[in-house]
């Protein structure tokens, strides 16, 4: 059986590396972007079976992002899940209103990514 690929984008290098290192730990394969338009590129390259990304990103942001995958037809059903500072409700509404599946804040731990991970991807 393939590993399952998930795509982070975050525009800060340090997160990158540890959810990065949190899933290839776990077993699954992992695809970075730096920010938003290079997440969008990817995913319109490769097909991924999950996006995990940032909400304040340069450029495009997380929402944007989201709204943008969510266009590309085999994009349409991934889980994505926000990882984000921020916990307030109306940016959750506004993240599941673009498509967001579920939403993770930071400072986040390891094993409450994987948990998250694991239920959304099955």
């Keep these: 059986m393939s590993n ?10 340090s997160v990158r590396q540890m959810v990065g290192f949190t899933l290839k730990q ?7 972007a730096v920010d938003g338009s290079q997440a969008l590129d990817k995913l319109l ?10 909400l304040n990103m340069p450029g495009l942001d997380g929402i944007e992002l989201i709204r943008k ?4 037809p085999r994009c349409r059903f991934i889980p994505i899940v926000m990882l984000t500072t921020e916990s307030q409700e ?6 599941k209103g673009a498509g967001a599946t579920g939403w ?3 400072p986040f731990k390891p094993e409450q ?10």
């Excluded at 776990?26 to 970075?32: I, P």
């Excluded at 990514?113 to 099955?122: E, H, I, P, W």
């Design 90 to 95: 109306a940016k959750k509404k506004e993240g």
């Design 45 to 54: 390259d490769q097909p991924v079976d999950m996006l995990i990304t940032d």
């Design 4 to 13: 399952k690929l998930i795509m982070t984008a975050d525009d800060s290098a």
């Design 69 to 72: 995958a969510r266009e590309i």
């Design 104 to 106: 993770i804040v930071k």
């Design 26 to 32: 776990a077993g699954y394969d992992v695809l970075e």
């Design 113 to 122: 990514l994987l948990a998250v991970v694991r239920k959304v991807l099955g």
